[in-house]
Nanobody, 121 residues
């Protein structure tokens, strides 16, 4: 099975930046869609950003202009650059992979990492 390992989370003051990484391994297919999701305590998981195989991206309105999703194919790594962080960005962040078409924030993703915590104060 695909393995996804997130890193880069931590505690930061409001206005600061973090870059999350998601290292992927054991691919047996070419993913159609990769994405970042987050879940804050007491809230439902929400899509933050997705990256389609054609390079197109979709962002949640709450992070547009502040977050950037990207990937390094040579390293099989997905990134989320987060700037101008706000306390409401505090959550556990997960990366995920979808093996079929239909890349959007509400799509079903088959493979998930364990998450990395981001805390903004």
């Amino acid at each position: 099975d695909v393995q996804l390992v997130e890193s880069g989370g931590g505690s930061v003051q409001a206005g600061g930046s973090l870059r999350l990484s998601c290292a992927a391994s054991r691919y047996t297919f070419s993913p159609y869609c990769m994405g970042w999701f987050r879940q804050a305590p007491g809230k439902e998981r929400e899509g933050v950003a997705v990256l389609d195989s054609d390079g197109s991206t979709i962002y949640a309105d709450s992070v547009k202009g502040r977050f950037t999703i990207s990937q390094d194919n040579a390293k099989n790594t997905l990134y989320l650059q987060m700037n101008s962080l706000k306390p409401e960005d505090t959550a556990m962040y997960y990366c995920a992979v979808r093996s079929r078409g239909g890349c959007n924030l509400k799509a079903y993703f088959e493979y998930w990492g364990q998450g990395t915590q981001v805390t903004v104060s």
